[in-house]
């Protein structure tokens, strides 16, 4: 419980686990924070955000969450997940064309009960598009007489980072009992909020664990100056005593393949290393693509022989069945899948 405020308890600690065979053929010492284990709608980093969002819904007296996000969210099934466990509605809205199909995360969304709401990008910046649709769509529930709670994408707001906050306290004393203190911290970037969550409890509560983000799509002027912001807000809100500029956040950005949740063979190829060498599931959206940005990174130096990094897997692994991704691997599988008549 970071900073005195009210939370629900939905995350135990999870371990960090070592990953030998990888260790030994990379070159380093390679370490997993394996927050996809957390028990609730199939796992992932996004219920820690939501120990204290939904505390705060709850404490209002919501009937009902809404969040947003691509519709293949992850972030949208755990609020899902959470809302059915408190006895909440729920709906995701997502400025996204229909797959085609229920699956994936849309599908454990709707077994959940929560409503997917779609709507075709229009072109225009995905914030304006978001800012006109959502008054709409709470509106519609409120006349309905639900009492809406809104949560924003990802759940990276000031009150939702606090989740992160908490795991870096965490982390840092599994890393001293595990004698990683002079370890790398490296984490998936897409909204921001596990990242700063993640820098601020470390800086604030002096720990000696450095942190990187691989970014997952491009990381232009609007997340330039958002990751200021959010500093800034979370610095003001919560008293915080240490500081943080532009050049304080190591972000990598040059490992996004182009944009978000898209194909990608490296990513493809990085889940298949990870599987096959460890029988660990990563996802194509986040995981997968931050694990193939840790390869290059070690092949081009940016990350040292011996170096110690600490790899937090945020979950995600339904991606894995989301239609474009699944066809994709389906071509690359299906010679090693024998029909016998």
């Known amino acids: 419980m970071a900073f005195g405020i009210e939370k629900l308890h939905l995350v135990d600690t999870t371990p960090i686990q070592y990953m030998p065979t990888l260790s030994k053929e990379l070159g380093i010492e390679l370490y997993l924070k394996r927050d996809d284990l957390t028990p609730w709608g199939a796992g992932g ?3 820690r955000k ?15 969450l809404l969040t947003v996000g691509g519709a293949q969210t992850n972030h949208g099934r755990l609020t899902a997940a959470v809302a059915a466990k408190y006895g909440l509605k729920c709906a995701i809205v997502a400025i996204d064309d229909y797959p085609g199909e229920v699956s994936a995360n849309i599908l454990l969304d709707r077994i959940m009960g929560c409503d997917v709401i779609l709507k075709a990008d229009d072109g225009r910046d995905e914030n304006l598009q978001f800012d006109e649709l959502c008054p709409q769509i709470i509106k519609q529930y409120e006349d309905k007489g639900e009492k809406v709670y809104f949560i924003p994408m ?12 908490d795991c ?16 790398r911290v490296i984490e998936s970037v897409g909204s921001i909020g596990t990242y700063m969550g993640l820098y601020c409890g470390l800086k604030n509560e002096n720990s000696p664990l450095r942190l990187t983000g691989v970014a997952i799509s491009p ?23 240490c500081e943080g500029k532009r050049s304080d956040f190591d972000i990598e950005k040059d490992y996004t ?17 990870m599987a096959r060498k460890e029988a660990v599931l990563l996802d194509p959206c986040y995981t997968g693509k931050g694990f193939a940005g840790i390869l290059e990174m070690v092949k081009t130096g940016k990350i040292a022989q011996g170096e110690k990094i600490i790899f937090i897997h945020t979950g995600g692994v339904p991606g894995l069945y989301t239609r474009h991704h699944r066809e994709a691997f389906e071509a690359e599988l299906i010679d090693g899948v024998q029909i016998l008549k």
């Open 45 to 47: 980093n996004k219920l």
């Open 50 to 64: 939501l120990e204290y969002l939904v505390a705060d819904a709850l404490k209002q007296g919501a009937t009902m």
């Open 154 to 165: 990802g759940g990276s707001n000031a009150l939702g980072a606090l989740g992160y906050y």
């Open 168 to 183: 870096a306290v965490e982390l840092t004393a599994q890393a001293q009992e595990m004698g990683l203190e002079d370890a």
């Open 219 to 241: 990381f232009g002027d609007y997340k330039e100056k958002r990751i200021v912001d959010y500093f800034n807000e979370m610095k003001e809100t919560y008293g915080l005593t």
């Open 257 to 273: 393949r182009g944009g978000y949740n898209n194909l990608s063979q490296e990513v493809r190829d990085a889940i298949y290393l």
